[in-house]
């Protein structure tokens, strides 16, 4: 029965497997050697790929060996890789599963990609998705997580997601396909084992058809997210301007939105942020406060919000600068040359005494704490005081580099040079610097 379903479903919505080439990823266990042995009866053109995690020692091994000889016996390519999972988990600070995930995915994406292969197969079935929302519920998600797992997802197909693992098991069965158990799937240590093996089988007692009713369920959600993401497009052009590195939202016009946190939710969920309740309050923070995520900042800036990615820790970074240096290439492009002082300068270029200089010259961001001498005063002035001065805004705070000597800063760069290393009626070598 499921062969057939198979092969209708194949037909009627993803009939372009059928004129490419796809990866079967097989990892030994019952569901992924049912796919395998459906797309060889629907004569797919298929290979295996098969990842050895290295977490369940002979275990893990053996997985992979059977798989091997299952692919000689009925002449299928294979693809065959081994990981150290666990280390890849501690390198990046990632739990073991989703280690293990990231994996497997990009390695399926690099085999895909370097053989000429159009899709990746993956065996993820009803029960599946229903565990995936159970999951997502619990973690409070919004729509996005409760659609469940996509079919098509770029070149990853679900081939097999409308069916039920009990369907599949009684295919199994039924065709002779032997399959190997992974003993880590009765381990309640992980969230998703214990859901499966306590919450699904209750839910499903309630009533005798409870996976038809939640798939029903899921396309109600999935259209509903469809119209959702519809007027979130309208509404976003009216409310953000785009601009060639950053992406401002207006407040007077966000604000008039009955449900403006919601717009806000979908349009950066996807730059990584997390505190969502900082977000929402940024909307009426002080001017100047920012939200971080890993690659983004979100800047409240007078009327707008204002998103741009993290500059490199370049106040962290130092660069250092040799006495015999003409030209600098990274992290900005400077040019050091000896030339008559000239009057008419432009923030980009300035002359300094080159006998007040201490090399080598160090090249930073600016910290907390930092002062200046602006050129033509007499008394100090903190960084901090001074970009607030010449209304230089958060973003452009963070991409400002200095030129120091000997700790001093010499050159606010674009922006200032300080007093100190001004050129005087007394100077004798007039170093010109000039940004390029």
Same mark, same amino acid.
């Given at each position: ?43 797919? &053109? ?102 469940? %797992? ?5 070149? %990853? ?39 499966? &093996? ?13 996976? &038809? ?39 007077? *016009?966000?604000?008039?939105? *009955?449900?403006? &946190? ?49 500059? *490199? ?36 270029? %300035? ?57 001093? %800063? ?27």
């Amino acid at each position: 029965m499921l062969k057939e379903l198979f092969i209708k479903h194949i037909n009627e919505n993803f009939s372009f497997l059928k004129n490419g080439k796809s990866i079967i990823a097989v990892s030994g266990g019952l569901d992924s050697m049912v796919l395998l042995h459906l797309t060889q009866a629907a004569k797919l &053109q298929i290979a295996v790929a098969s990842c050895n995690f290295n977490l369940r020692g002979a275990e893990s091994d053996g997985d992979s060996e059977f798989v091997k000889e299952y692919s000689q016996q009925h002449s299928i390519q294979m693809f065959a890789t081994s990981f150290d999972t666990l280390k890849f988990a501690t390198e990046h600070k990632l739990s073991t599963q989703m280690a293990a995930r990231e994996l497997r995915y990009l390695w399926f994406e690099e085999i895909r990609q370097e053989n000429n292969f159009n899709y990746i197969l993956t065996a993820h079935h009803l029960d599946d998705n229903l565990e995936t929302f159970l999951i997502n519920l619990s973690r409070g998600s919004g729509i996005d997580g409760l659609i469940g %797992i996509p079919a098509i997802s770029n070149a %990853i197909i679900r081939p097999i997601l409308p069916f039920s693992r009990e369907q599949i098991l009684e295919y199994a069965l039924l065709n002779n396909i032997v399959w190997r158990e992974d003993s880590s799937n009765t381990d309640n240590h992980y969230l998703r084992n214990s859901i499966r &093996q306590k919450i699904t089988p209750e839910l499903k007692n309630l009533t005798g058809n409870f996976l &038809q009713s939640f798939q029903n369920s899921q396309t109600h959600l999935q259209q509903t997210q469809s119209m959702a993401r519809d007027a979130s497009v309208l509404v976003y052009k009216q409310v953000v301007e785009v601009e060639e590195k950053r992406i401002k939202i207006k407040l007077s *016009e966000l604000l008039r939105l *009955e449900n403006y &946190q919601a717009y806000l939710y979908d349009w950066l969920h996807s730059f990584g942020f997390t505190a969502w309740q900082d977000i929402y309050n940024l909307v009426g923070a002080q001017s100047g406060k920012i939200i971080t995520s890993p690659f983004y900042n979100l800047l409240k800036d007078r009327e707008y919000l204002i998103l741009y990615k993290s500059a *490199e820790s370049s106040n962290y970074l130092s660069f250092y600068i040799a006495n015999d240096v003409t030209k600098v290439n990274n992290p900005i492009n400077l040019e050091f040359s000896y030339e008559p002082y000239d009057s008419k300068l432009d923030s980009n270029c %300035i002359f300094v005494d080159r006998e007040k200089l201490h090399f080598p010259l160090e090249l930073r961001g600016w910290r907390e704490g930092d002062y200046i001498i602006p050129l033509g005063m007499t008394g100090k002035k903190k960084l901090s005081k001074f970009f607030k001065d010449e209304k230089i805004a958060q973003d452009q705070k963070e991409k400002t580099w200095l030129l120091l000597s000997n700790g001093e %800063i010499v050159w606010v760069i674009n922006h200032r040079l300080d007093d100190r290393f001004k050129v005087t009626s007394n100077t004798t070598q007039i170093l010109r610097i000039k940004l390029t």
